[in-house]
């Protein structure tokens, strides 16, 4: 019983999040500069360059850049609480998103 509760309760998490992003527009990030403390991401083709407190419409605030993850956390307003609280949602303050270096995604075909 406890189990299918845990999973519920994932699936419901899982679920908001998803929707939350699906609405906001595909990011990937290209990678840091190897002369500055900034990174290069793109949205819907085009090239932006981000840097510590950049703020990325729909996904955050960046709060780290390394070689291989842009850091952003993405802070949940009180409408957006209340909205999740009717939902029966579970509810949080901060989300952390890690993108992967976009060449990380991909995978050597032999």
């Known amino acids: ?5 845990l999973s519920l309760f994932t ?3 899982f ?15 290209l990678g840091k500069f190897s002369d500055r403390d900034a990174g290069v991401i ?3 083709g085009q090239d932006y360059e981000v840097s510590e407190g950049s703020v990325i419409q729909g996904w955050g605030t960046v709060t780290q850049i390394t070689d291989t993850h842009l ?9 957006e609480k209340a909205e999740l609280a009717r939902e029966g949602a579970a509810m949080y303050d901060i989300l952390e998103i890690h993108l992967p270096h976009e060449d990380l995604r991909v995978v050597p075909v032999p």
Do not use: G
């Open 1 to 5: 019983m406890k189990r299918m509760i």
């Open 11 to 13: 699936s419901v998490v």
């Open 15 to 29: 679920l908001i999040v998803f929707v939350s992003f699906a609405n906001s527009q595909e990011v990937q990030y």
């Open 42 to 44: 793109r949205i819907s």
């Open 71 to 79: 850091i952003l956390q993405l802070v949940v307003s009180e409408e």
